[in-house]
């Protein structure tokens, strides 16, 4: 009887080792951004919140679906930004925001966690899905970074077929962008020498309304490593073949399994300059900060120097972070208990 | 006579407090590379090493005579960088590299140590000195980055005359174009299916003999201001509108009185994997390292991920460092002693 109790007792005591290795082994985590900026319940009605929330819930259940099938990071982050890119909610693939000569022109970025492997297009214009050409510049090319055109003929090579810049149209960013340069247009008039203060401030205001769309994913899967992938169509009227954070590796998107996952979104110039989500892993990796306080210095930095915005960061313990400095950020997390958790608010 | 002793004593040490005063506030520091790679005794005739030598020197009194006169290290770096644009022995401006289509795709970045200013354009083909752009994106612009011809197109609102692409050409940058194109085809002859590691093999290879060039300078003023510039023609026969780190603020470029100015030349995808010049700034700020080691602890990293290159390091205190872990790298030192060095190999 001893014996067979003591028989019960090891096989309940391995049993139960297998089921908590087999739920540790399952712990996985998918954080995800749809832009920051001045959202605010003033402008946003209350059906519109209502659509935002369903689509960063959508979205979190597509990275839950490949996630809790033992799917990779880069898996889930890369089909979560496609549906966020297709979804003209987003400032991404379909509803991107308009360029100063009524184009669209779309930036991505793509980072493996466990390798540094990483993959980036900029200034793409007839690619559907943006971050899914990253990754294959990741995986298929020799580079890191491909722009314009040659990014476009690289798709080509790996069958992916162009399509016309007018599929990212939508009335809203049309709208967005001929208000815009009405606002241009009144200003010149009423400066008629503009002062760099006046230009300065006015740039400074239509950052805050326009300028701040971007999507992003970071995840941690059961194999435990991490992903980040950033998409975007840049900001309104931009010119001159202008290049935000985003596609830029170390600014709108890093991941390394030695430190966090970071997707960035905000004004891209300010968050290039003070090389962002590469700052909050170093902050993370060297002066050991949690993923709370490294995201906070950082947003202080960007928020120091004049800019504006927030980011998604992601550890590979599962702790996660959603700073901002602006006034909303759409936002939305899940883990493997499968209860999504959106937000837009602070 | 104590009195007129005592007088003669407070005149000598107040006279020698100004003089250190003076010296201490002359101190400046300019730190300059041309390029690392395969450099061996073997492929670098004596005559053409001294006249490596000689364009170094010609560089750093370029930057010394700037300096000297207390002008800033931002004015050091972009006219030390025009100069090695202009010089067809290094890849940048004049000699740049071929791409595929035969035509010069030039980047370049620069960054402001005190106020974290950047510039940065990326694929322009008709700008004699990138660089000089880049510092009128910073300047003048709202923008950091400006790829194509867009950067072509805001160039010439700030009154800077395009050039024709076959400005760039030199016989010696053709003939390495012809030589790994005819490799190429040889290889593909070879290898009807070609396999993955051979392509890398040989990617590998061409990197190594002709990959590495780019040209940067870092530099200390007398105000105790750093910069970092950055100009390079990219890779020979590079396809798809290929970004390498050059022009990638935290990458190949980038300053901070707070930490360092780093201006990196190597294997691009590896340098931007790493994020190499803002993790050597990381390592200074966040983990105390000297330059030397952040240096050192960096391009371990990146010879770890298989790549391979170097870079110039240089702190407000005028430490300054230039690890590489390629045969040679050229690259010279100056300093307010106007002792000019310059070296090529180990």
Redesign the interface.
């Known amino acids: 009887m001893f014996r067979f109790s003591v028989l019960i007792a090891c096989f309940l005591v391995q049993y139960s080792s297998i089921l908590m290795a087999q739920s540790a082994a399952k712990k996985f985590t998918l954080v995800i951004h749809g832009g920051a900026g001045v959202i605010t319940r003033a402008n946003l009605s209350s059906e519109r919140e209502q659509e935002y929330h369903r689509a960063l819930d959508s979205a979190l259940r597509i990275g839950y679906a490949i996630l809790e099938q033992g799917g990779t990071s880069m898996n889930a982050v890369e089909k979560v930004v496609n549906y966020l890119e297709d979804n003209p909610l987003f400032n991404a693939g379909i509803g991107a925001v308009y360029t100063a000569d009524g184009t669209h022109e779309l930036d991505a970025a793509i ?1 493996d966690g466990k390798t ?3 993959g980036a297009v ?2 793409v214009k007839r690619i559907k899905n943006p971050i899914s050409l990253a990754r294959l510049v990741m995986e298929k ?11 476009e ?2 798709a080509q090579t790996q069958n992916i077929t162009l399509v016309p810049n007018t599929l990212f149209d939508t009335p809203a960013r049309k709208r967005a962008l001929e208000r815009i340069q009405q606002e241009e247009r009144e200003q010149a008039t009423k400066d008629s020498i503009k002062q760099d203060s006046i230009r300065k401030a006015n ?1 400074k205001k239509r950052s805050a309304s326009d300028k701040h769309g971007t999507v992003g994913a970071v995840a941690l899967d059961i194999h435990g490593n991490l992903a980040a992938a950033t998409s975007t169509g840049g900001m309104t009227n931009k ?6 954070d985003a596609p ?4 709108g998107t ?1 991941a390394n399994n030695g430190s966090c996952a970071v997707s960035a979104t905000g004004w ?2 300010y968050f ?4 962002v989500a ?2 909050v892993a ?2 993370v990796e ?2 050991g900060l949690s993923v709370q306080s490294a995201g906070q210095e950082v947003i202080n930095k960007v928020g120091k ?1 004049g800019g504006d915005g927030g980011m998604i960061i992601l550890d590979t313990k599962g702790n996660f972070s959603m700073p901002f400095n602006s006034e909303g950020m759409y936002r939305g997390v899940i883990t493997q208990e499968n209860k999504p958790t959106t937000a837009i608010f602070k």
Chains 1, 2 share one sequence.
């Open positions: 980072m540094l492997a990483a900029a200034a090319s020799e580079h890191v970074m491909l722009i314009g055109e040659g990014a003929k690289f740039l010119r001159f073949g202008r290049v935000g830029i590796i170390g600014a890093y891209g110039e290039i300059r003070t090389v590469h700052d170093a902050l060297y002066k120097l």
